[in-house]
């Protein structure tokens, strides 16, 4: 059986916005695709991306984060930032690797009460899924 082509989500730290693209592409996309997530740096894994994507089912508290395997991200066939910072400081795709960016706004720096930081969440979570739903 062939390889399945690898899908890597980046962003900054690692911690939310790649974290749920990671959780959804895998529920959505994962017979297709080996979809991995990484960031610039590691900030490790929010606990409140944890409980937003509970709140739909799918369980991404297992992920590690991680920083950009370079080996992994030269045979991507598809990388997609999810912040300015990551499609800035990314390193160079190979010309063979396809990428888009999806600039989402990071819920890690929402402030407020928990119900708007939640809320926050919750916009970011779901704009994740229904643009990988179109990825399909």
Known sequence: ????????????GNSCRSQMAEGFGKEVLG??????SAGIEAHGLNP???????????????QESSTIDLDALNRA??????????????????????SEHWGLVDPAKAEGTEAEVNQVFRDVRDDIKSRIKELK
Do not use: H
């Open 31 to 36: 017979d297709n695709w080996d979809v991995r």
């Open 48 to 62: 409140k991306a944890v409980e937003m994507m509970d709140e739909v089912g799918v369980d991404i508290s297992n």
């Open 1 to 12: 059986m062939a390889e399945k082509p690898i899908l890597y989500f980046i962003c900054t």
């Open 77 to 98: 066939e598809l990388v997609i930032t999810l912040c300015g910072d990551a499609r800035d400081n990314c390193p160079t795709l190979p010309p063979n690797v396809q």
